[in-house]
């Protein structure tokens, strides 16, 4: 049986400094602070995240998917470089420059990866334009986050993105991020033990009910929707029951695995 793993984040060696450019902060970047090992750092100087050359490198990748038996990844970047903050020809110009990357590997090993894109949702116009850009550069669908600067997915301004992914035939991963409550409960990992399902059922209740109903022939995945799925048959049915809602790809994925 094919085995595709379909969560797998994936950044650039090397990430423009992108404040020197754009003239104001809140980027990341990697610092490859020795062989094989970066932090990913925002140019403020505060650390996200540990990362191995796993992270950046498609042939490591690739050994590691023969040590576990994946047949095929699908890549997509690290939710914190959706940038949906920045101004948005910024956040368009940051989405290019990772779906080129993406994109270079997808065509470089073409058996063992798929490719998402990002697109800046700040803007829709901008968005759809690189949602065909991707299409063109050989990537399978676009992930996108559960909210849009703490707006639904919901939202009118959304809905042209959406119908462009149904139009053009692009697969959307749902992905958390920039999680509510976030600030209020830092510790023990609580913002992605707690914050991460939270963001998840906000869409899954809130968004994508108004959004599946209006296209239904989208693809989408969304990340540990197996978690939530399930209440639909409990407390939880006569809101949904209340919208259309057909999710036609629902993927279960660890909550380790982010
Ligand atoms: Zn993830």
């Known amino acids: 049986m094919l085995k595709i793993d379909v969560h797998t984040h994936i950044l650039p060696r090397d990430i423009p400094k992108w404040k020197d450019s754009f003239g104001y902060g809140g980027f990341i970047g990697l610092d490859h602070y020795k062989p094989c090992c970066a932090k990913m750092v925002r140019d403020d100087g505060t650390q996200f995240r540990d990362v191995e050359e796993n992270c950046w490198e498609a042939e490591k990748r690739i050994e590691e998917c023969d040590e576990s038996g994946v047949d095929i990844q699908v890549l997509s970047t ?12 910024d956040g368009a110009e ?3 420059f990772l779906n080129d990357h993406i994109a270079e590997i997808v065509t470089k090993f073409p058996k063992r990866f798929v490719g998402l894109g990002t697109v800046p949702m700040q803007d829709t116009k901008l968005a759809v334009t690189e949602l065909k850009r991707c ?3 050989g990537l399978a669908g676009v992930q996108i986050g559960t909210n849009v600067n703490q707006l639904n997915l919901g939202e009118p301004q959304f809905f042209d993105i959406f119908a462009a992914c149904q139009e053009l035939g692009m697969a959307i991963f749902v992905h958390p ?3 509510a409550g976030e600030k209020d409960m830092q510790k023990y990992w609580l913002p ?8 998840v059922s906000r869409d899954l209740f809130a968004d994508l009910s108004g959004v599946l109903s209006g296209c239904p022939t989208c693809e989408y995945v969304l990340h540990t929707a197996g978690v939530h799925f399930p209440r639909p048959s409990d407390v939880s049915s006569t809101g949904l029951m209340s919208d259309p809602i057909f999710v036609r790809s629902i993927i279960y994925t660890v909550l380790g695995s982010i």
Do not use: Q, S
């Open 177 to 179: 991020w920039d999680m």
């Open 94 to 96: 940051t989405a290019r």
């Open 135 to 137: 299409k063109d550069i």
């Open 78 to 89: 690290v939710p914190v470089m959706f940038n949906y903050w920045a101004k948005p020809n």
């Open 192 to 199: 992605w033990l707690v914050g991460m399902p939270a963001e």
